[in-house]
């Protein structure tokens, strides 16, 4: 929607909203679109862009990062709407709008350690893709959060539900996944 004030902060009809381009953008909206840039998440064109950014910020809720995304379960594994319909409206828009802004202390930390679990593929010379790295350690945190605390229920439960992934990947998801929680 088209508005006539320029680009900053304003309040309209009692609400501070964001004016870029002559776009109102939600100020709830401004926390997602820094996490999506720090997270490197900036297309959503293929289904892997999808599957990065769903994981990815699932993985910074679970460390603490308080955006107030819920997720269901679907054919690819989490997936949550409302961050879809977020991620439709923002990422076309760029990142000028947040240019300048950044997460303070603990948050920015919480991104780094979601950020720096790419560099475990590498470590211990794991045979995974980028993209299904972050699914599957979100689907260790997945059915950690549901009740199954051991690695071993864990491993069982992906084995029956995601097949694709090895006993031995999803080991190195489930230490990856204790390491970002700060042990498990």
């Not at 900036?42 to 910074?60: E, G, H, M, W």
């Not at 780094?112 to 790419?118: A, C, F």
Request: with cysteine.
């Amino acid at each position: 929607m088209a508005c006539q004030y320029k680009d900053g902060w304003h309040t309209i009809r009692g609400y501070c909203v964001f004016v870029e381009n002559g776009q109102i953008i939600n100020r709830s909206q401004i926390a997602t679109a820094i996490a999506l840039r720090d997270l490197h998440c900036f297309s959503y064109d293929t289904i892997n862009d999808r599957i990065l950014l769903q994981t990815k910020i699932y993985l910074a809720q679970e460390v603490g990062l308080l955006l107030g995304y819920r997720y269901s379960w679907c054919i690819h594994g989490l997936y949550s709407t409302d961050l879809m319909d977020v991620a439709y409206e923002i990422i076309p828009k760029g990142s000028k709008s947040i240019e300048g802004k950044r997460f303070k202390e603990p948050y920015a930390s919480m991104i780094k350690r979601v950020n720096d679990l790419e560099f475990k593929i590498k470590r211990h010379k794991l045979e995974i893709s980028v993209v299904h790295w972050y699914e599957l350690v979100a689907i260790v945190a997945y059915w950690y959060k549901h009740g199954n605390k051991t690695k071993e229920t864990i491993v069982e439960n992906i084995k029956r539900t995601n097949p694709q992934f090895t006993e031995e990947l999803t080991k190195a998801a489930y230490a990856s996944y204790a390491t970002l929680k700060g042990g498990v």
